[in-house]
T-cell receptor, first 112, second 110 residues
Framework: DTAVSQTPKYLVTQMGNDKSIKCEQN?????MYWYKQDSKKFLKIMFS???????INETVPNRFSPKSPDKAHLNLHINSLELGDSAVYFC???????????FGQGTRLTVV | KQEVTQIPAALSVPEGENLVLNCSFT??????LQWFRQDPGKGLTSLLL?????REQTSGRLNASLDKSSGRSTLYIAASQPGDSATYLC?????????FGQGTELSVKP
């Protein structure tokens, strides 16, 4: 059973399009995150939700909108995609803020 | 602002060697420190988590230490194997999020 699963694994799209990445965790955790890994493989937090409530929004452009329909799901919608949005996006979850985090397999987004 | 640094950026060793990966952080007010492994094109696998009150954690051939006052952690890998080849990431938990170093890319040659 995959603990944190993301779909799709790969996403290639044109500039200006809108796309969504879905994330689900079956660990019963209260907190979920989106991280971005850039071309230099540096990982940085984007958003954090605790029990469906937005906790952290790390100065991400408002073209990025996370949505948490329930505490097991955290989706990421990106409007008007730009070349610079190309990266690997990781979803993660933890029992609580700051406890051990478990990561999904990542979604490689390529904007052409 | 917390900054996490990992040295070296890349390391190549022959199979069987013991090795140490280093991680340093600038602000000692951390909740915990986690070591992860990332294989090419894959997600992050949690290796060890050390709470801020702990000094070390062990799992199999891996041993991680934490010296919070000096802002340092090390990951010791005993008797390295080719299957250990991956990127190793250190992250500190602070302010409800993980702050990552840029990783050490390890290659273990048969």
């Amino acid at each position: 059973d995959t603990a944190v699963s993301q779909t799709p694994k790969y996403l290639v799209t044109q500039m200006g399009n809108d796309k969504s990445i879905k994330c689900e965790q079956n660990l019963g955790h209260d907190t979920m995150y989106w991280y971005k890994q850039d071309s230099k493989k540096f990982l940085k937090i984007m958003f954090s939700y605790n029990n469906k409530e937005l906790i952290i929004n790390e100065t991400v452009p408002n073209r990025f909108s996370p949505k948490s329909p329930d505490k097991a799901h955290l989706n990421l919608h990106i409007n008007s995609l730009e070349l610079g949005d190309s990266a690997v996006y990781f979803c993660a979850s933890s029992q609580d803020r700051g406890t051990e985090a478990f990561f999904g397999q990542g979604t490689r987004l390529t904007v052409v | 602002k917390q900054e996490v640094t990992q040295i070296p950026a890349a390391l190549s060793v022959p199979e069987g060697e013991n090795l140490v990966l280093n991680c340093s952080f600038t602000d000692s007010a951390i909740y915990n420190l986690q070591w992860f492994r990332q294989d090419p094109g894959k997600g992050l696998t949690s290796l060890l988590l050390i709470q801020s009150s702990q000094r070390e954690q062990t799992s199999g051939r891996l041993n991680a230490s934490l010296d919070k006052s000096s802002g340092r952690s090390t990951l010791y890998i005993a008797a390295s194997q080719p299957g250990d080849s991956a990127t190793y990431l250190c992250a500190v938990a602070q302010g409800g999020k993980l702050i990552f170093g840029q990783g050490t890319e390890l290659s273990v040659k048969p």
